[in-house]
């Protein structure tokens, strides 16, 4: 299953892309984020295997993101013309997922940010939720950009919105 969405942040690139890379944020921006700690390298490098935990309700899910992809390295002074990338992937229990980052100038102060996501299942169970429920990827991939967006135009704490 691949999908692609994207969102308009009324910020400079340099600095969307620096706070999406800072974990310090993303607990305040990344909606059932329970743990994300590298495992083998430097959060958001190139290369680094991190143990990631998410919680929907009572539904708790464990992953392995690998960066497979940060260009530039270096998240300061971007040349306006370039196109920001980040790629990861994911594999869960019955899952592998892999997202494609691109972030660029829609304007002075304008950030397009287009994410491609694929995602393969194993097993019966998770081929069956892929095949009944494919939008349900798409709208919690929407979900965290809308939430990143609110988290770095005006502040908003998606946990200060969770019960």
């Known amino acids: 299953m691949k999908y692609t969405v994207s969102i308009e942040i009324a910020l400079p690139r340099e600095q969307v ?78 899952m592998w997922s892999a997202a494609r980052e691109q972030f660029t100038e829609a304007g002075p102060d304008t950030t397009l940010w287009v994410s491609e996501n694929e995602y393969r299942f194993d097993g019966v169970l998770m081929r069956l939720v892929g095949l009944l429920m494919p939008g349900a990827f798409r709208k919690q991939s929407l979900q965290h950009m809308q939430d990143f967006k609110a988290f770095a135009e005006l502040g908003t704490d998606v946990r200060e919105s969770q019960g």
Do not use: C, N, Y
């Not at 059932?32 to 539904?59: A, C, F, I, N, Y």
């Not at 940060?70 to 980040?86: K, N, Q």
């Open 17 to 94: 892309v620096q706070l999406l890379a800072d974990p310090a944020q993303m607990p305040m921006w990344l909606r059932g984020l329970v743990l994300h700690e590298p495992l083998d390298g430097v959060h958001g490098q190139l290369g680094t295997k991190s143990r990631v935990v998410m919680q929907t309700g009572q539904q708790k899910f464990e992953a392995t993101e690998t960066i497979t992809r940060r260009e530039p390295a270096d998240l300061h002074e971007i040349p306006a013309a370039s196109v920001v990338h980040f790629e990861r992937e994911i594999v869960g229990k019955g």
